[in-house]
């Protein structure tokens, strides 16, 4: 060990207790940047999930011009192939198709505008969480032919029970024609979602082309990737795998460029709380060194008159700096490590039960996640910026003369 | 003889004005290598200021300070703190030792500084505490230390750069007559072995009695050089 760091290292214990409290000072702040990160993860996760499993899934293929005006008329061609094909692509976890138009949704009590969407429930049950969404009733079939399900704010509106009737009334994309068809409501759907719930209904993947009168296709591939995956790299390789064709795939950052931000923010939030924290930290440590140093000033006198240069005195406070964040990043890896863990295994419930948060309901616990940057970039940020802060204090000791600083003590 | 430490017209104020204290005022001083000289006076006669310019710890107003022919008063602050290590030993009044060391390491911290092998620092700070008689304490740190074995520590430590000059200002001010005359001795008779030169202050008389010559200073002034 250097003669500077054994010195250092004794200098620092010469006073445990207040060298324990600045160690512990350093020591929470990593903690709660620590539990902040984890919670940001957990909510950042929490909010994918919502957002990619609720309905949208982790990417989805389109007709080029349809996300412009939703225009039922753009859909992709030969879907069965498409669906195939991008099944091939590893990282994908399941692909499924579907029709989609706007229309007008009727009962015998009112009647309210909607997107119908037909689905194959078997593909479906794989990419989003139609099937949890099931609240009463029974799920469609593939090939129902007059079931459809309904959210159950829109079954409040329609005023219509398991069984009763429904008219669904749609232009055909390519004759212009209007198409009506009946059907009975077989179920109702419960998504915790304000737009799904009050404006959606669905119908089996064959009635949604019948409805439209478009065979073998369909508005709306939803493709969800395996939890293990890296979802920009299966993303890219499903863009490289449809380059050059007449469709648009689009990773669930770019269909939902509003929770992205949001994410964004988050994560650049973080690192600006992080740096307010670390300059509060940072002036209890600088007046902590400079209350060390100024208890030590004839002792520094003694050392400079020995022949000790003033950077190595620089030097030794700096060094005393750096253990003492050391000391204190160990104890926050400790304590946040452990707050981490609670929050892990129990989770965080806000707002009672349900809370509304960028367009998305939170009705979850949400449970702190460990990431690489909370045992490596955060520490390390944290033993920088504690030396950082003995700068300062460490060029007070460097200025002082050896008779000055025998004249101070006295 | 050679002279080792001149001054010339030597001078130190502090403040301004109406306030300006004139600690040193025109002191010219030759004191030559292997000299046992007390500068003695009362409080505030500009003993320790003599000292700390003699040895570079301060900088005079005016004047100047000569080491070995050396011109101290216009070194560089770097090269300054270079050859103090390397030429200059000192004993303070009291705290001389760093407390977080153990006695050994306070000998062998001087020899660091100057970049010796561990060995060697190692074997002449137990050889010198031996001649001091602190072998037996080389493992004990300054705390666990009477006052008058931790100067003797400071002793040690001052010889082991192997310096020309030892200055201790008021080395047994803080301990006991009997103690204070066994540390003037010890010095006595390091000064008669190595030949290394002491200059010491102090206002006890009976350690007066021990010095080979006592310079007086009254008001920042000699007021009296006698050869004894």
Redesign the interface.
């Known amino acids: 060990m250097g003669?500077n760091t054994k010195?250092a290292l004794?200098?620092i214990f010469?006073n445990k207790r207040r060298t324990f409290l600045t160690c512990l000072l350093v020591g929470s702040g990593l903690a709660i940047m620590m539990f902040v990160d984890g919670l940001m993860l957990g909510m950042k996760d929490m909010m994918i999930s919502k957002v990619t499993s609720t309905w949208l899934g982790e990417a989805e293929i389109h007709a080029p011009q349809f996300r412009r005006d939703m225009d039922a008329a753009f859909s992709v061609v030969g879907a069965d192939e498409v669906v195939r094909r991008a099944e091939q692509v590893p990282g994908v976890e399941a692909v499924a198709p579907r029709t989609l138009v706007t229309g007008m949704i009727s009962s015998s009590g009112n009647a309210t505008g909607g997107a119908i969407f037909g689905i194959d429930p078997q593909r479906e049950q794989n990419v989003s969480r139609i099937n949890e969404a099931l609240t009463a009733g029974h799920m469609i079939t593939a090939n129902a032919r007059q079931d459809i399900l309904i959210g159950y704010k829109m079954a409040d509106l329609l005023d219509v029970e398991i069984g009763d009737r429904i008219v669904l009334t749609a232009t055909e994309p390519l004759s212009g024609e209007i198409a009506q068809s009946l059907y009975f409501v077989s179920g109702f759907l419960r998504f915790n979602d304000r737009a799904m719930d009050s404006s959606t209904a669905f119908i089996s993947y064959a009635a949604g082309q019948k409805l439209l009168a478009m065979p073998g296709a369909a508005q709306e591939i939803a493709i969800s990737i395996h939890p293990s995956a890296d979802q920009d790299v299966v993303v890219a390789n499903l863009k490289e795998s449809f380059a050059g064709e007449n469709v648009e795939l689009l990773g669930w950052w770019e269909l939902a460029p509003d929770v992205a931000s949001i994410l964004a923010m988050q994560e650049f939030g973080l690192w600006i709380m992080a740096v307010i924290l670390f300059i509060l930290v940072s002036l209890g440590l600088i007046n902590t060194m400079f209350m060390s140093i100024f208890e030590r000033h004839?002792?520094f006198?003694?050392?400079?008159?020995?022949?000790?240069?003033?950077s190595k005195l620089f030097s030794l406070i700096c060094w005393e700096g750096a253990l003492i964040g050391v000391f204190g990043a160990l104890l926050g890896l400790g304590m946040g490590g452990l707050a981490n863990s609670w929050s892990a295994r129990y989770g965080i419930l806000f707002g009672k039960g349900t809370s509304e948060f960028a367009g998305l309901t939170l009705s979850e616990p949400v449970f702190n996640q460990f990431s690489v940057t909370q045992f490596t970039s955060l520490p390390a940020f944290v033993v920088v910026l504690t030396v950082l802060a003995c700068i300062i204090p460490a060029i007070h000791a460097a200025r002082l003369?050896?008779?000055?600083a025998?004249r101070r003590a006295i | 003889m050679t002279v080792i430490i001149k001054t010339d017209k030597l001078s130190r104020h502090y403040g301004k004005g109406n306030v300006m204290v004139k600690a040193l005022d025109g002191v010219d001083l030759e004191i030559d290598s292997g000299e046992f000289t007390a500068i003695v006076g009362p409080s505030g006669s500009g003993k320790t200021t003599l000292l700390?310019l003699i040895?570079g710890?301060?900088?005079p107003t005016s004047g100047d300070v000569y080491l070995k022919g050396t011109k101290v008063s216009a070194m560089a602050?770097?090269a300054l703190?270079?050859f103090?290590?390397?030429h200059i030993g000192?004993i303070?009044q009291a705290?001389?030792l760093?407390?977080?060391?153990t006695a050994q390491e306070n000998v062998e911290?001087?020899m660091?500084?100057q970049n010796r092998p561990k060995a060697e620092r190692h074997e002449k700070a137990m050889s010198i505490l031996e001649s001091v008689g602190l072998k037996d304490m080389a493992s004990r740190r300054p705390a666990e230390m009477s006052g008058g074995q931790q100067q003797r520590v400071a002793v040690a430590?001052a010889l082991a750069?192997e310096p020309d000059i030892i200055l201790a200002d008021e080395p047994t001010a803080n301990l006991d007559s009997k103690t204070g005359a066994d540390l003037i001795d010890l010095m006595k008779e390091f000064n008669e072995k190595s030949g290394v030169t002491f200059v010491f202050s102090t206002h006890d008389t009976k350690i007066m009695e021990r010095a080979k010559r006592l310079v007086r200073l009254v008001d920042g002034r000699i007021s009296e050089d006698i050869r004894q």
């Open positions: 003669s010195l004794r200098n010469r004839y002792e006198g003694v050392m400079l008159g020995l022949g000790t240069r003033s003369t050896p008779s000055s025998m | 700390q040895g710890l301060d900088k602050p770097g703190s270079d103090r290590r390397d000192f303070f705290f001389n760093i407390p977080v060391l911290y001087i660091l500084l430590r750069s």
